[in-house]
């Protein structure tokens, strides 16, 4: 579940990623953004709901908050 405004420490607040974690096939914390490490298409559970992503560009941050993906070319920004 999403945080509220009022749950964020000051780190987190001031800083906009505190910790990347590679993603995987199971669910995890939902993430504030994703960093994606290889060109592809990526199916991305966003809100339990799986939802396929084409044309996403390496090296590039998307503000998606998801909690796993169909690759471990993603990593989950905190």
Same mark, same amino acid.
């Given at each position: 579940?999403? *945080?509220?405004?009022?749950? %964020? ?7 906009? =990623?505190? *910790?990347? !974690? ?11 953004? /994703? =960093? ?5 298409? =990526?199916?991305?559970? /966003? &809100? &339990? @709901? &799986?939802v396929? %992503?084409?044309?996403l560009? @390496?090296?590039?941050?998307y503000?998606?908050? /998801?909690?796993?993906?169909?690759? @471990?070319? !993603?990593?989950?920004? =905190?």
């Amino acid at each position: 579940m999403a *945080k509220g405004l009022n749950d %964020f420490t000051v780190q987190e607040s001031v800083s906009p =990623y505190v *910790k990347a !974690v590679v993603a995987t096939t199971n669910a995890q914390d939902e993430s504030r953004a /994703i =960093y994606v490490l290889v060109a592809g298409n =990526y199916t991305l559970t /966003i &809100d &339990d @709901a &799986d939802v396929v %992503f084409t044309g996403l560009l @390496a090296g590039h941050i998307y503000p998606l908050c /998801i909690t796993k993906s169909s690759s @471990a070319n !993603v990593i989950l920004l =905190y």
